[in-house]
C-alpha cells in the first residue's frame, strides 16, 4: 500500500541553524500538508500547497517557515533561523483531490532545537 | 474560525468493554467532515473513522461507531469490545469540504483524549 514517507525520522539542530524536513507525498496525490505537534499538545496546521504554490497558512506559518516542491516527488519544509520553541514533531499529509476526504500521513520528523 | 473541542483529557476502561470519546465542534460551515484519528506512542497518524456532515446516517467501523449530532455539533467516538491494541491518543478533528478552485484547508484538531485500556 502507498504511504507517505518523511526524512529524517529525528533531528537536532543548534537555535539559530536552518533546518530542511523531507517528504515524500503519495505519488498520484495533488494535495500537500505540513503539521506541527509540540509534545503534549495538539497537532496544528501549518501550510497546504496545490499546483506548486501555497493553497493556505495558518499563523504558526510566518516568514521563517517556506516550503517546497523541488521536483515531482519531495516535499520540503524549511526553517530559516529556528528556536527552541520550533523544537515539535512535524508531519507531512497528501491527499489525492478536492474530493477526496483522507489526508494519509507520514511518520513524522522529530525536531529538537537546543 | 472553526474550533474543535475534547473535554476528556484522560479516559480509561477495561478491556472488553465499551467507551465513548466525546467531541464538539463550532463552525458556521454547513458542508464539512469530521474525523477522528489515533495516535499511539508511535506517534503515527492513523484515521479511525470519518464522518460526511451531510449524511444523517452514522459512520460505523468495525468495533468504532460515531453518534454524529449537527445540530448540538457533537461527534462522539464509542469504541466496543475495547483491546489493548487500542490504547492511545485519539484525536477529533474537523475539515470544511474542498471545493474546486477552492483553498485547501488543513485540518482543525482537539487537544486530544489519552485512552488507557485496563487489563
Known amino acids: 500500500e502507498p504511504e507517505v514517507t518523511q526524512t529524517p525520522s529525528h533531528q537536532v539542530t543548534q537555535m539559530g541553524q536552518e533546518v530542511i524536513l523531507r517528504c515524500v507525498p503519495i505519488?498520484?496525490?495533488?494535495?500537500f500538508y505540513w503539521y506541527r505537534q509540540i509534545l503534549g499538545q495538539k497537532v496544528e496546521f501549518l501550510v497546504s500547497f496545490y499546483n506548486n504554490e501555497i493553497s493556505e497558512k495558518s499563523e504558526i506559518f510566518d516568514d521563517q517557515f517556506s516550503v517546497e516542491r523541488p521536483d515531482g516527488s519531495n516535499f520540503t519544509l524549511k526553517i530559516r533561523s529556528t528556536k527552541l520553541e520550533d523544537s515539535a514533531m512535524y508531519f507531512c499529509?497528501?491527499?489525492?483531490?478536492?474530493?477526496?476526504?483522507?489526508?494519509?500521513f507520514g511518520p513524522g520528523t522529530r525536531l529538537t532545537v537546543t | 474560525a472553526q474550533t474543535v473541542t475534547q473535554s476528556q483529557p484522560e479516559m480509561s476502561v477495561q478491556e472488553a468493554e465499551t467507551v465513548t470519546l466525546s467531541c464538539t465542534y463550532d463552525t458556521s460551515e454547513s458542508d464539512y467532515y469530521l474525523f477522528w484519528y489515533k495516535q499511539p506512542p508511535s506517534r503515527q497518524m492513523i484515521l479511525v473513522i470519518r464522518q460526511e456532515a451531510y449524511k444523517q446516517q452514522n459512520a460505523t467501523e468495525n468495533r468504532f461507531s460515531v453518534n454524529f449530532q449537527k445540530a448540538a455539533k457533537s461527534f462522539s467516538l464509542k469504541i466496543s469490545d475495547s483491546q489493548l491494541g487500542d490504547a492511545a491518543m485519539y484525536f477529533c478533528a474537523y475539515r470544511r469540504v474542498m471545493y474546486s478552485g477552492g483553498g485547501a484547508d488543513g485540518l482543525t484538531f482537539g487537544k486530544g483524549t489519552h485512552l488507557i485500556i485496563q487489563p
Open positions: 505519488s498520484n496525490h495533488l494535495y
Open positions: 499529509a497528501s491527499q489525492q483531490g478536492v474530493h477526496s476526504y483522507e489526508q494519509y
